[in-house]
C-alpha cells in the first residue's frame, strides 16, 4: 500500500505492553483513514456497552493517508473513543505536529486500552514506544506540560496531551497541542485522564512511501498557489473564522444570552475587526497556509488564540462584550483543557437557571468575575460546578431546565442560533458526535437559500455535506477550511489521494466510503444505548426544546422559532435517504449494501432490525 504506513501501534497501559497491526488493504480501501479508522476499531475492539472512563474503552488517534503529506492543511489527526459525554461514538480533529510525527514515526494510528498504575505519557519514535513517568507534570497546566516535554523531546516533537480538566475527567475535557490547539470536545481528555495518561509524545525521521513523489510535489504546490489566489484569501488571513461574528450578528444567528437570541447589542465589541485592532500575532496547524489562529493579549496580558466558537460561546452567549475578556476565559480553558463550546454552554445554561430562580446562585448575563469562578468550579468539579462538568443531559436531570440545556445526545449545540434555521438545526440533530457544526456546516447555504422553508433541498444538501465534511476530510485526514472558506475545489484532494496512494479514485467513491461511516457511527450508537438499557428513539435527533417553544424576541427575525411537525419530517426524509428506519436506525438491507453485514449480525443482538 503506497501513501498508508499500513502499521497501527497498539498500547496496553496495564499490561505496560505493545504491539504493532500491520493491517490489510481491506481497512484502508472500506475507511480511507481518520475517522473511518476509528469508527471501525471502536465497532470491533470496545466492548459493548463500556463504561467509557473504564481501561476496556480504547483511545484513538488516527491519522489519514493525507496526513502530513505535502498539501493544504493536511497536518491535522483525530482522537476518538466511546465519548463520556455522550456515551456514543466520539470524535474531534486537532491540527498539530503530532499528525505529521506520528506518521514520521512509522504509524497511521495509535490504540491505547488499559490503565496505568501511576501517571504516565507514551514516548513514540521510529517504530520504538515506551512508558515514561508523568508523575511530575501531573497537575500541570497544558502549557507548562507543553514545554517541559519540549524541553526533554525537542521543538520538533509532536504532542497531544491533557491538564488538570483531563486529569480530574470533566466529561468535556479535551487533547490540547502548541499551547492552544485543542480538539476531542466529546471527553476525549477524560478518557485520557482516566488512563493515567498524561501525553503522547511522536517523533519520527521517515515519510511515508507515496505512489508518485513528483506528482505530489507538483500538485501540492499547485494547491498552495491555488489557495493564495483565491478572492477570499487576503480577507480571510486577516479575520480567519472570526469574521463569523459580524455575519451571525447580520443574520441573526449569533448565540447569545444561552442561544435566547439571535443578536447581541455589543457584538461589534468582540467581532473580527475588535479582534483586528488587539492581534498580536497569528498560528496555524502544520503544512497551512492560511493559518486561522488569530491570537490577542488578554485582560492579563496573556496570548490568547480566538476563534468564532471561542468567542461566541464565552462571548455573545454569556452577555460578555469585552474581547479581552473573552480572551482570558478562551485562554484559561485551553490551559485547563476544556473544551470552550461546552464550558459556554454550561455557564449560559447556569446563567439561566439563575435568572429563572431555579438555583439559588446569583449569576447575572456580563458578569464575568461569576463565570470565571464557575468556570473554575467547574475544572475543580465543586459545588454547582461538579455537577456542571457532568456535561448538560446530566446536570438538567438533576437541575432541571431540561427544555434549555442546549445539547443533543449530551453534546452541547456549537455556535449558531438556529430559532430560523431548521437545516442547520437538522444537522446538529443527526451529527455523528452531537450537536456539532464540523459535519454539515450548512447555515451560509441555508441563509442564501430560504432560512424559513423545510425543504427536501435542504435534507438532501445536509447529507452532500456530510458526505465530504465528514467523510472525505475527516478521513483524509485534513482541513475542510481551504475548501469551506476559500473555495479550494474538491478535486485537487482527490488528485492528491490518487497522487498519494496510486488508485484512480473519484469523488463517488470516497463518497461511498462516508456512508458506509456514517451507517457504522450510527450502528454503534445503538448498540452503546441498547447495551447500556438507554433504549434508542428519533427523539434524540430533535434540537433542544428551546428553539420549538420560545421564539426569539429581538432582532429582524423577533418571532421566529422551528416549527416541530415539519422539522420530524425533514428527519424522516433524512432517514430515508441514509437508509434508516422511523427510529434512525439502519436496516439490514442498508448494511449489507454498504459491507456492513457482520455489523448488521452484531446489531441483532442488541435490538431488531428492519429489512
Ligand atoms: S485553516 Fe486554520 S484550522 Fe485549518 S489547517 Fe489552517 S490553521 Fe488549521
Request: glycine residues 10%; charged residues 25%; hydrophobic residues 40%.
Amino acid at each position: 500500500m503506497k501513501g498508508w504506513t499500513g502499521k497501527i501501534l497498539w498500547v496496553d497501559l496495564s499490561r505496560k505492553s505493545f504491539s504493532v497491526q500491520s493491517y490489510d488493504a481491506k481497512l484502508a480501501l472500506d475507511y480511507v483513514g481518520g475517522r473511518g479508522f476509528a469508527a471501525r476499531i471502536l465497532w470491533d475492539h470496545a466492548p459493548a456497552g463500556v463504561d467509557p472512563l473504564s481501561p476496556e474503552n480504547l483511545l484513538i488517534v488516527a491519522a489519514g493517508p493525507l496526513t502530513g503529506l505535502p498539501g493544504p492543511s493536511t497536518g491535522k489527526l483525530v482522537v476518538a473513543s466511546k465519548s463520556p459525554l455522550t456515551h456514543g461514538y466520539g470524535d474531534g480533529n486537532i491540527g498539530t505536529r503530532a499528525a505529521v510525527e506520528m506518521r514520521k514515526a512509522g504509524y497511521d494510528a495509535v490504540v491505547v486500552r488499559g490503565r496505568a498504575e501511576k501517571p504516565v505519557y507514551l514516548y513514540v519514535e521510529d517504530g520504538k514506544a515506551e512508558l515514561l513517568s508523568a508523575e511530575e507534570l501531573w497537575g500541570l497546566d497544558t502549557f507548562t506540560t507543553q514545554r517541559r516535554l519540549e524541553e526533554v523531546h525537542g521543538r520538533e516533537a509532536g504532542i497531544l496531551l491533557i491538564g488538570p480538566a483531563g486529569e480530574r475527567k470533566v466529561a468535556y475535557a479535551t487533547v490540547i497541542s502548541q499551547e492552544g490547539r485543542s480538539g476531542g470536545r466529546v471527553g476525549i481528555g477524560a478518557v485520557m485522564g482516566s488512563k493515567n495518561l498524561k501525553a503522547i509524545v511522536f517523533k519520527g525521521s521517515s515519510e511515508p512511501e507515496v505512489a508518485d513523489k513528483e506528482a505530489l510535489r507538483r500538485l501540492a504546490a499547485d494547491a498552495y498557489r491555488e489557495i493564495k489566489r483565491k478572492p477570499a484569501y487576503a480577507f480571510w488571513m486577516r479575520q480567519g473564522t472570526m469574521m463569523t461574528i459580524q455575519w451571525s450578528q447580520e443574520n441573526s444567528v449569533l448565540p447569545t444570552y444561552n442561544f435566547s437570541e439571535g443578536v447581541f447589542e455589543e457584538s461589534s465589541s468582540i467581532d473580527g475587526f475588535a479582534m483586528e485592532k488587539l492581534k498580536v500575532k497569528q498560528r496555524g496547524c502544520p503544512n497551512c497556509n492560511m493559518t486561522c489562529g488569530n491570537c490577542i493579549l488578554d485582560d492579563e496580558g496573556a496570548v490568547s488564540e480566538l476563534d468564532y466558537e471561542n468567542v461566541a460561546m464565552l462571548g455573545s452567549n454569556l452577555g460578555i462584550g469585552d474581547l479581552r475578556k473573552v480572551a482570558r476565559l478562551n485562554r484559561l480553558a485551553d490551559m485547563w483543557g476544556v473544551d470552550t463550546i461546552n464550558l459556554g454552554a454550561a455557564l449560559s445554561y447556569a446563567a439561566e437557571l439563575s435568572q429563572r430562580k431555579l438555583i439559588s446562585e446569583r449569576i447575572e448575563w456580563g458578569d464575568f468575575d461569576a463565570m470565571l469562578r464557575l468556570a473554575e468550579d467547574i475544572v475543580e468539579k465543586r459545588g454547582l460546578g461538579a455537577v456542571l462538568s457532568e456535561g448538560l443531559r446530566e446536570a438538567s436531570a438533576k437541575l432541571g431546565g431540561a427544555d434549555f440545556a442546549m445539547h443533543v445526545k449530551g453534546l452541547s449545540i456549537s455556535a449558531y442560533d438556529c430559532h430560523a434555521a431548521p437545516a442547520m438545526a437538522l444537522s446538529y440533530g443527526v451529527s455523528p458526535i452531537g450537536a456539532h457544526h464540523k459535519d454539515a456546516w450548512i447555515i451560509s447555504w441555508e441563509v442564501a437559500h430560504g432560512r424559513f422553508e423545510y425543504s427536501k433541498k435542504k435534507v438532501e444538501r445536509v447529507v452532500e455535506l456530510q458526505r465530504i465534511r465528514g467523510g472525505l476530510f475527516e478521513t483524509l485526514v485534513a482541513c475542510r477550511l481551504p475548501w469551506v472558506e476559500v473555495g479550494l475545489e474538491l478535486d485537487w484532494y482527490v488528485r492528491l489521494f490518487n497522487a498519494a496512494t496510486g488508485l484512480s479514485w473519484a469523488l463517488s467513491d470516497h463518497v461511498r466510503v462516508a456512508d458506509r461511516i456514517y451507517s457504522l457511527i450510527r450502528a454503534f450508537w445503538v448498540r452503546e444505548y441498547a447495551a447500556e438499557g438507554r433504549g434508542w428513539s428519533r427523539l434524540l435527533d430533535y434540537p433542544p426544546a428551546k428553539w420549538f417553544k420560545e421564539p426569539l424576541t429581538k432582532g429582524p427575525l423577533k418571532g421566529a422559532r422551528l416549527d416541530p411537525l415539519k422539522y420530524d419530517e425533514m428527519l424522516g426524509y433524512y432517514y430515508s435517504i441514509r437508509g434508516w428506519d422511523f427510529r434512525g436506525v439502519p436496516r439490514e438491507t442498508t448494511l449489507d449494501s454498504l459491507g456492513l453485514s457482520d455489523v448488521k449480525d452484531e446489531l441483532k443482538k442488541y435490538i431488531q432490525l428492519a429489512s
